[in-house]
């Protein structure tokens, strides 16, 4: 029976990517760096470790042939100089201490599958961007994922696969962006952000589960675009929500100076997109389950 080890398996995606790997009968180990979260069950184990202080149980690897690596601080946190620091330095520090680990004890490991963002991409309102395109942007979330990358691509160097999921605006009932954007809806106070013409290219938590798997299934190596088929614009996005709550949008668009006055540059989060392409995987193969918003949101809502 296949066993993977996961880092960040308690956050949203990882909560996802356990239960469909429960559901293909696949066992799983996963790290942490909290005592409280240690579950032991036949197919769900916990472990400690500690990348700052380059701690680990390595019993956490025992029978393991593949890493799913989805550790990382949160991004939408306001960027002071220390959260810029945590943000790189938790992916980057996590993924390194992994590699020293493997190579100092001779773990034998197939492949790692390692999150990434399409944050990569530039903001733009008219490319289309596939995972061929080189950025030489010095924004810091293009400087994030090419640290995070680069990290990730250290493991080639024990000949270990190394698949890349650039991970686009994940939808889920309980967690992540929708909840948030939709309760002022709900309430009749939701409004579009900045010129709301930003693209959204968006995932339901399912598919993006499934496109990890996939990746593991077929031993991917590369980068791949975890995007639905179908980015839709802010506004779009809003007007979908809306339409599904059965409301509508009364305030005017609050304005993207404003949103730089209270979240600093963290507003580019919300005020910017970019249009990203999933023809790499469907070229390969993976079909989604949801590909188009309104029923992801008819499914979520």
Same mark, same amino acid.
């Given at each position: 029976m296949k066993k993977v080890l996961i880092t960040g398996a308690t956050g949203l995606? @990882?909560?996802?990517?356990? /239960?469909?790997?429960?559901?293909?009968?696949?066992?799983?180990?996963?790290?942490?760096?909290? !005592?409280?979260?240690?579950?032991?069950?036949?197919?769900?184990?916990?472990?400690?470790?500690?990348?700052? !202080?380059? &701690?680990?149980?390595?019993?956490?690897?025992? @029978?393991?042939?593949?890493?799913?690596?989805?550790?990382? !601080?949160?991004?939408?946190?306001?960027?002071?100089?220390?959260?810029?620091?945590?943000?790189?330095?938790?992916?980057?520090?996590?993924?390194?201490?992994?590699? &020293?680990?493997?190579?100092?004890?001779?773990?034998?490991?197939d492949q790692l599958i390692s999150a990434s963002a399409i944050g990569y991409y530039p903001p733009s309102y008219t490319q289309y961007y596939e995972e061929s395109h080189t950025n030489e942007d010095q924004g810091f979330l293009s400087e994030v994922?090419?640290?995070? &990358?680069?990290?990730?691509?250290?493991?080639?160097?024990?000949?270990?696969?190394?698949?890349?999921?650039?991970? @686009?605006?994940?939808l889920a009932k309980d967690g992540g962006a929708l909840p948030k954007i939709s309760q002022p809806i709900k309430r009749f106070l939701g409004a579009c952000i900045g010129t709301g013409k930003q693209w959204q290219s968006w995932i339901h938590i399912e598919d993006v589960s499934q496109i990890f798997l996939f990746a593991m299934s077929n031993k991917f190596d590369g980068i791949y675009n975890a995007v639905a088929p179908n980015p839709v614009t802010h506004s779009a996005m809003m007007r979908l929500i809306a339409k599904t709550l059965k409301r509508r949008i009364l305030l005017p668009n609050i304005p993207e100076n404003i949103l730089r006055l209270i979240l600093g540059e963290m507003h580019v989060i919300i005020t910017k997109g970019a249009r990203v392409? /999933?023809?790499?995987? &469907?070229?390969?193969?993976?079909?989604f389950k949801y590909y188009q918003l309104e029923s992801a949101l008819k499914d979520l809502l």
């Open positions: 995606i @990882g909560q996802q990517i356990v /239960s469909d790997c429960h559901d293909q009968g696949i066992n799983v180990h996963y790290l942490t760096t909290s !005592a409280s979260k240690i579950q032991n069950t036949t197919h769900y184990k916990g472990f400690l470790w500690n990348p700052n !202080a380059s &701690e680990i149980d390595l019993d956490c690897f025992d @029978g393991v042939s593949v890493i799913i690596n989805l550790a990382g !601080a949160p991004i939408a946190q306001r960027w002071t100089q220390t959260a810029k620091t945590e943000i790189i330095n938790s992916r980057a520090k996590s993924l390194r201490f992994l590699l &020293e680990s493997i190579k100092n004890h001779d773990v034998k490991i994922v090419r640290q995070w &990358e680069r990290e990730a691509d250290a493991f080639k160097t024990l000949d270990i696969p190394v698949s890349k999921i650039r991970v @686009g605006l994940v392409s /999933s023809k790499k995987l &469907e070229s390969l193969g993976f079909g």
